[in-house]
């Protein structure tokens, strides 16, 4: 059996409940057959890390190491690995394992993160108990099967948040049938925001961007928006009523918002919640039938859908607006995206001079 190069893995871990971390070390599982070990160059934080490790969506496991947007190069292989190799270039997104069998009715219709042998990147446990560990560390082992080569046109550093974000933003658009012609409303021109809008663009659709905030407006149309809508603008949401064919949520949207979101779109036009909002949806049947609007939702992108957002990035040059911290600045960098304050995505870099 192939033994592990790193077997005690530096980290920074959440010890409870809020936005601190601090260094913390762990015993991996050990390297089976079928996984690989990386040592971690670039994390992204992504909007769920801090959900998790602030416990609001319940039951964090303490001592927790998030992160699921990681880049970095494989050192350890197992035996029955045959598609990597010791210093390829990967990614890790939010998935660290699923059966991907023909006969599981998630894996065999590409949506293995529903899989009910499903692990997730963090908080997460292996079926031989093992607790499961994110990319706020200097290594992490995985399947291989969710490690993904990086394309040779993707500088590394901007890799990270396509692990994640950049999947859950194109995995539906990907599964909707997204195509040119069509028009595509964003909600929320953040995160997730603004690489949706690059790549509904890339797919040939014509895109509006809806934000609160006026300044976007310009940014939005560098982006590759159509069409930019203050939403405190009546004018300007009036004249957009009825023309969406999709409405992508990207932001946290007030419930009583989404029925004014039905007026927006066009019959048979579809709503895609990709963030979750706090409280209940409260609509009228009558609303549905006289709109022919469908709401629906989508989580992240299993293996094949993960791989293809990839390959449609570096084709198209689709890439995150990120701003960079070394790997001990971790708290500087969690604050700053608690408070909305990161443009858009935060990452961090490991280094020979981190101080993990």
Known sequence: MVQGKINEIRGWAAMEPGIKVEPWSYTPRPLGENDVEIKIEYSGICGSDLHTIKQE?????YPAIVGHEI??????KGEKVAHLEEGDLVGVGAQVYGCLQGDCNACSRD????????????????????????????????NANYAFKIPAGIDPVYAPPLMCAGVTVFAPMLRKGVKKGDRVGIVGIGGLGHLAIQYARALGAEVVAFSHSPNKREECMKLGATTFVDVSNKDEVDAVRRSLNYLFITSNSHSNQYNDYITWMTFEGQIVLLSLPKGQMSFSPREFIISEVAITGSLIGGVNVLKKTLEFSAEHNILPMIERFPMDKINDALERVN???ARYRAVLENSPSSNL
């Open 111 to 142: 949506l293995d993160p529903h899989c009910p042998k499903s692990v997730f990147t963090y908080n997460a446990k292996y079926a031989d108990g093992h607790q499961a560990h994110g990319g706020y560390a200097e290594a992490v082992r995985v």
């Open 339 to 341: 408070d909305g304050n």
């Open 71 to 76: 880049v970095g190069k494989i050192i350890t």
């Open 57 to 61: 969506w319940s039951g964090t496991s």
